[in-house]
């Protein structure tokens, strides 16, 4: 099988920990596999205290029986590096390298990842490790990936230590270069914060009133970086044991705050992503979609593989909900559909100690005759079958605006709201765009936009001088574009562009905002909106709460205007043409139904078209391979509604064999893949399912 974005099949299997189990084990666990289909194992993510079980001590016996057992059936190995489970001696030896928290707390040994980034005895100690594994490894048959860590920064991405200080110093000298730059782009004149000496400056620890927000953004900048920096340590040494085996560490895109992951995904042989249902969420399969959607843009488009994901219920959410029948195989496909060449679980074998001994594996505490033992086997079949989609590609014509540093900006202190969440506007907009059925990329915000039609910028309160640029002159150029409140205030630094809110988006917007007017909680104001495409100007009334600002129009016309709320009158909603292009504004957090009409008209203006008609919650994704000059479409259709759903498509179903002659219908809850023949499909035919919306 080749590797990843090759011809040769999807990856299909899940983290292995036989160290969890007596040896008498793992021989029904490789024949198990077998029957599954798995063919892809992660080992070894926490085992650094069974291979050094003292320092210096290396202990590979058990490991090579594993690795041995695995390509003796047919199974690559992921190889992990168990860098983040610092056994207990590492503790007892360096107790400097416990990491402490914002308030000056100092967290003890135990659970997972409880060491301080910047300690030089950890980074020492781990690539001694490593450079052993790598050497023992390195020509082993079963080797095809190499997993540095685990989920870096998941318990321990900021520490405010001693040791962190001196490294976050350095950190400040390489990006400022002198005292004076630092205290201008800290703004230290302001409560008379200013620097004399490096040595004065320390991490932003818990302090008496609101700490200093560009220190606290460098900090965060710095800690991304310094556990990048551990990770690109170990990356070397594997790349130069092993010059042809990828290497990759698993994201957790848009719930971790914490990394920078366009700044990793470019370090990275294969971008992989751990993806968790939230139980409490009522549209989990938006959720899901978006990470795909995420996951697939860091990796540039290329195909990327689906670390983890859970069988069923996981077990560190307040109420954890099982999975329903299907549920596990539609989630799999979808992330498939929207680019990833393997699915992979937590974990092979349901653990019978520790702290996720109620955490889903592959296989249940209940043994195989289980309902989740007979998906898992259904899965595996259906991704052999599935084969000929692997090395696929995505496209999509709307792009989304995702940036972790905007991100770490609109939710620092002392802003105008509280209630101003960056991945709640993203989320909103996503999902109506879900529901019209568009598939979307997610875009750094300085990266070339030209191939869209139409760009997304949800809160992208922090935008530097590059991109506010570009983005205009991708609007000049004919590009739509549509952003929200609180966009465009500050720069990099965090300083206020002057002469009006949104200062970097002001002209490209035709409007200009002299004052914000946040709304109290469960304020709510309505919003008259006039259709742009309704003939003889058909009004709707919309809600909106959160926020509200006193908006002038500078070039821009006004789409809705406050029925009521502190602004009646002023404009909500604004629509500028701009050269050749038209840029949206919205300056209130519109509730679902309004996101929903306004995304219609925001697409039909910018000529942007679903992937294919299909009733509501049905999910319909194309994915295209390129052998030479032959290229194959498969559109996937997954409905995860309660009614049977109708969707144009000709060609043959890959998992089922049938034949689609210009329709294919598809029961609740499951999922077809249509090897496309004669291009893409038209409109829905009549009397097939109901249109969205
Ligand atoms: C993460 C970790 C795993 C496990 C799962 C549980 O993804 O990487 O080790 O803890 O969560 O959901």
Redesign the pocket.
């Known amino acids: 099988m080749k590797l990843f974005g090759g011809a040769g099949g999807l990856w299909y299997g899940g ?1 292995y920990n036989p160290e969890q189990w007596p040896e008498e084990v793992w021989a029904e666990d490789v024949r198990l596999m077998r029957e599954a289909g798995v063919n892809l194992v992660t080992v070894g ?1 926490f085992s650094w205290a069974l291979e050094e079980p003292s320092p210096g001590r290396y202990e590979f016996g058990w490991l090579d029986t594993v690795l041995e057992l695995c390509a003796e059936h047919g199974v690559a190995v992921e190889l992990a590096t168990p860098t983040a489970a610092p056994p207990a001696w590492f503790f007892r030896r360096h107790p400097e390298a416990l990491p402490v928290t914002e308030d000056g707390q100092l967290l003890g040994p135990g659970g997972r990842q409880g060491f301080c980034p910047s300690s030089p005895a950890y980074r020492e100690r781990a690539l001694a490790l490593v450079e052993r594994l790598a050497a023992r490894y390195r020509d082993h048959p079963a080797l095809a990936l190499w997993h540095v860590h ?2 870096y920064g ?1 318990h321990n991405a900021r520490c405010y230590c001693d040791t962190s200080a001196v490294a976050f110093r350095r950190w400040l000298r390489d990006r400022h270069g002198d005292l004076e730059t630092l205290n201008a782009a800290w703004g230290t004149s302001f409560w008379g914060q200013r620097y004399g000496a490096w040595e004065e400056i320390v991490p932003p620890r818990r302090a008496a009133a609101f700490q200093n927000p560009t220190q606290r953004l460098d900090f965060y900048r710095f800690s991304s970086d310094e556990l990048l920096a551990c990770f690109r340590a170990e990356r070397d040494l594997l790349r130069r044991a092993t010059p042809g085996v990828p290497v990759t560490t ?1 994201f ?1 895109v848009h719930r971790s705050k914490n990394l920078d992951y366009w700044r990793w995904a470019a370090e990275v042989d294969i971008v992989s992503n ?1 993806h ?1 249902l939230v139980s409490a969420d009522p549209r989990r399969e938006v959720d899901l979609a978006l990470s795909a959607d995420v996951t697939r843009s860091l990796a540039a488009g290329r195909p990327w593989l689906l670390q ?1 994901n ?1 069988t069923s219920a ?3 959410q307040p109420r954890n909900r099982a999975k329903l029948p299907g549920e596990m195989r539609r989630n799999g496909l979808a992330h498939v559909a929207r680019g990833a060449d393997g699915v992979c679980f ?1 974990q092979w074998r349901a653990s019978r100690a520790g702290a ?1 001994k109620f ?1 889903s594996g592959m296989l249940p505490h209940a043994g195989t005759d289980t309902r989740v033992w007979r998906e898992v086997v259904e899965l595996g079949e259906t991704l052999r079958r599935l084969g000929p989609v692997a090395g696929g590609r995505v496209s999509a014509e709307v792009a989304i605006l995702f940036d972790w540093e905007a991100w770490w900006g609109c939710e620092l202190d002392s802003h105008p709201s509280v209630a101003v969440g960056y991945l709640d506007r993203i989320r909103a907009h996503y999902e109506a765009l879900w529901d019209a059925g568009v598939t979307v990329d997610f875009a750094h915000p300085e990266a070339d936009l030209s191939a869209y039609r139409l760009v997304l910028a949800p809160t992208l309160y922090l935008v530097s001088d590059v991109a506010a640029s570009a983005l205009s002159d991708y609007v000049a150029a004919g590009g739509h574009f549509l952003t929200t409140y609180f966009s465009g205030i500050v720069d990099p630094c965090d300083h206020v562009r002057l002469g009006g809110y949104p200062g970097a988006f002001r002209e490209v917007l035709g409007v200009l905002v002299e004052e914000f007017f946040p709304l109290q909680a469960g304020e709510s104001v309505r919003v008259e909106a006039e259709d742009p495409q309704g003939a003889g100007g058909r009004t709707r009334e919309w809600a909106a709460d959160v926020w509200t600002e006193l908006l002038h129009l500078r070039g821009a016309e006004p789409v809705a205007r406050y029925v009521d709320g502190p602004l009646p009158g002023v404009p909500a909603i604004t629509r500028h043409r701009y050269r050749d292009g038209v840029a949206w504004y919205v300056a209130t957090r519109l509730d679902a139904e309004a996101t929903g009409a306004l995304t219609e008209w925001v697409t039909a203006d910018a000529g942007v078209t679903p992937t294919a008609e299909a009733p509501r919650q049905v999910e319909v994704v194309r994915r295209r391979t390129t052998v030479g000059e032959t290229e194959a479409p498969y559109l996937f259709v997954l409905n995860h509604g309660g009614e049977p759903a109708r969707v144009s498509a000709s060609g043959t179903d890959l998992i089922t064999g049938a034949p689609a002659r210009g329709w294919i219908d598809v029961q609740p809850g499951n999922v077809a893949v249509i090897e496309e023949k004669g291009g893409a499909p038209g409109a829905a035919p009549s009397g097939g399912g109901q249109r969205r919306c």
Do not use: L, Q, R
Request: charged share 30%; aromatic share 18%.
């Open positions: 983290d993510v685990n989920e998941c698993n957790m751990d968790y983890e859970a996981v077990n560190w937590f996720e955490h």
